[in-house]
């Protein structure tokens, strides 16, 4: 009896001492596997008397039970510690804020184009629209720009693909959102108060021109539009777009073909220490283009100017977004480099308003 005492003394230590499940395995087949030393001694139980038997029978069936037993229940504990290690390697806290995902920006051009339509909206202007692709009828030949007019070799047109045969003048990607002036007043007649914003094209590269730009075209026609109402508008979005009081307009005349009197505008700024401050100083910076609307193009669009006159102006958006943010090269407006745009982009709730102020 002594030694299956000390059997069972040495398996259950062996059991509990089984690190894993294969070792625990190893530790069955010795103990109660075909060949294991408990699974011998019931064979020799064959060769006992049958006094012998019965006593030695139960016990040795009690010491496999007792094995069996404590075999199963050290593999359920090996298989909770398997389990718990890997709880506490996988573990996770659901209450930790989710991990930030880059969100895209609002382009430069966008935000300005927002700024603009907010102020002039404010202004009572409606918001117009036209094609990339004009004809050329309404980007010159309506806007008082005749065919042989110098004014079209200036503008380094990019010109469509017309059908070998087909004679009739190309269309034109449109370089200057004039042509939307015609658009508008044709559809619309007078009196008429809009603004245009939108892309134009010239064959032009260097720090301060891309092939493609945005403009943005103003447009008030009524009975009785002077040069005066030209300067105050301007003057009020100059104030509010650069957030600056003491705004200082300079006109000077130039030549449209499509406005008569013309003048380029000027703003009042200073460059000191590279930087730029609009309003002081004693630089003067050219912003926009503009005059009275000439007759010859209220007449192309359908209205009469013995009845209509008023202003139109054309400003760069590009040019603007450049001098309000203190971005230095134009090119890079257009390159998609991510890492200019999370520099010089806007936050997509960022939207600009009067109240709120126009900037970030
Ligand atoms: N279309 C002109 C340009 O692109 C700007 C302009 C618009 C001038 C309206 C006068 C009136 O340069």
Not at 23 to 45: H, P, T
Not at 61 to 70: F, G, P, R, V
Not at 169 to 192: D, N
Request: proline share 6%.
């Amino acid at each position: 009896m002594s030694d299956l005492n000390d059997l069972r003394d040495t398996y259950l230590a062996q059991i509990s001492d089984a690190a894993d499940e294969a070792s625990l395995e190893a530790v069955r087949l010795a103990a109660v596997g075909k060949k294991g030393e408990v699974s011998l001694k019931m064979r020799e139980l064959g060769k006992m008397t049958p006094e012998e038997r019965q006593v030695a029978g139960p016990a040795l069936n009690a010491l496999k039970d007792e094995i069996n037993a404590s075999l199963a229940a050290r593999k359920t504990a090996l298989i909770d510690d398997a389990l718990n290690a890997r709880l506490a390697t996988e573990w996770l806290d659901v209450s930790l804020d989710g991990r930030p995902r880059r969100a895209g920006t609002i382009h430069p051009v966008s935000q300005v184009t927002e700024e603009v339509v907010a102020i002039f909206s404010d202004l009572g202007f409606a918001v117009a629209d036209g094609p990339q692709i004009e004809s050329d009828w309404n980007n010159f030949d309506a806007l008082n720009i005749p065919p042989e007019h110098p004014a079209r070799q200036e503008h380094d047109t990019f010109y469509m693909h017309r059908a070998e045969g087909d004679n009739r003048p190309p269309h034109v990607l449109r370089t200057h959102t004039s042509p939307v002036q015609i658009r508008y007043m044709s559809e619309y007649g007078a009196p008429c108060r809009v603004i245009a914003p939108g892309r134009v094209y010239r064959a032009d590269y260097d720090q301060t021109h891309t092939p493609m730009f945005h403009q943005y075209e103003g447009l008030c026609i009524d009975k009785d539009i002077s040069m005066a109402n030209l300067k105050w508008t301007l003057e009020e979005f100059c104030r509010a777009f650069f957030e600056v009081d003491n705004i200082e307009l300079r006109f000077r005349a130039s030549h449209f073909p499509f406005t008569e009197p013309s003048a380029e505008v000027d703003i009042r700024c200073s460059w000191a220490g590279g930087q730029l401050k609009i309003g002081e100083g004693d630089d003067w910076m050219e912003i926009l283009g503009s005059g009275m609307v000439h007759p010859n193009v209220l007449t192309a669009a359908g209205v009469d100017p013995k009845e209509y006159q008023g202003f139109a102006f054309g400003m760069g958006i590009d040019r603007l977004a450049m001098l309000k943010y203190g971005i230095p090269d134009l090119r890079a407006f257009f390159d998609s480099d991510l890492r200019w745009l999370r520099n010089y982009g806007f936050a997509a709730l960022d939207q600009p308003s009067l109240h709120g102020g126009l900037t970030r």
